[in-house]
């Protein structure tokens, strides 16, 4: 018979065998982990390619804002400071100003002359240098500009406001037309509307339509619960539009390629310079001295209405920064008399056309140089400038006393039901017109 034998010495064997077979494959795992780093330190001993640098790195490019750039366009965007209006108004007042290239240049051009000083003024007030833009919404840089408002001038101040602002307005001479005067009331007045608003487009408001308008529009706003900026109130076309023409100008001038616009650089330099004068001078004479054209001098110079610029004390010329030296070279050097005109009284059984012909005049040009509108009556008594007598020294000049003239504007036929949108514009038939802009009871009156 067989007998069975119990296995469990077997399987204990078993068992111990494949555990010894095990515990020698890890053995040799690890000694094969081991060796390898001795391998890699080998390797690494090996000469390693290098990149020799020979010259330190060019330095990157930096801006020095500290320097003041070379063309005063720049000058502007660096000055920029209004906060940006978006509106349909200023985008329909861009494509106006882009469809009229030719427009644009000519008012560049003749803003040359004069930027300079209001950049100047704006920075040493601390003022946003958009203003600078101001006078091409207000008049196109022309100091001769006139509205059907009476105002006058580059920042077309009415009369009123222009004498509570210190500008002359007589027979000799009209401030409001003067470029230093008339920029210091300008900037004054828009300081002061500012401070009163605490915001530069409620303060152009007033700068057009006045700041008591614009106070009562605020108030009006602020009692129905509504918002008071610009954009909502209510208020005339022409105030509506006056902000998005300066906003559209900004932008242009901001981003010229942009609009394809091409801007002739500004030096930014001072373009003239002011000197005193201590005698009676000729308009003419003062043109030839400084080797410029009359039409040039009077660019510079437009506040005086006569051919003669009378010496009060203090009286000064403006004249471009290169031509001083030469002027007053020329002006040292000029032994004739400074001036070719005199005051002559009127006698009695005198007219004015007797006047002229006694002094080689037609009766035209004596009124010109007068400034005699057909409907003044001059008689005996009065004191006209006329031409000197050949050498002579005219001294008398403080003698004329004849009365300002006083502008005056036609109605144009078949318009009077319609308002104009600019100053002074009609009203409807059987309605007065208020003023463009009344003096204000406030501490600073409006200008216009």
Known sequence: MFKFRPALPGILACLVFCLFSTVAAASEEDQAAVAAPAVAEASSSEPVTTIELRDDPPPLATIDLTLPPDDLWGRIRNGFGMPDIDSPLVQQQQAWYLARPDYLRRVVERSRRYMHHIIEELEKRGMPTELALLPIVESA???MAYSRAHASGMWQFIPSTGKTYQLDQNWWMDQRRDIIASTSAALDYLQ???EMHGDWHLALASYNWGENAVARAINKNRAKGLPTDYLSLSMPNETRW???KLQALKNIIARPQLFNVSLDPIPNKPYFQSIEVA???DVAIAARLAEMTVE??????????RPVILDKGGTSIVLPAEQVEVFLSNLEAHDK??????????RKGES????ARKHGLTTARLRQVNGISARMRIGPGHTLLVPAKEGASADNLLSVNLPVATPTTRKAPGKSSKKAASKGGKQPAGKKRAPAKTVSKQKSPARN
């Open 279 to 281: 005698t009676h001078i």
């Open 352 to 355: 004015l056309d007797s006047v």
């Open 296 to 305: 040039e001098f009077l660019a510079l110079n437009p506040a005086y209405k």
């Open 192 to 194: 002061s509307i500012y």
């Open 337 to 346: 008399p400074l001036t070719s005109w005199q005051a002559y009284t009127i």
């Open 242 to 244: 006056y902000v998005p």
């Open 141 to 143: 840089y022309n100091p």
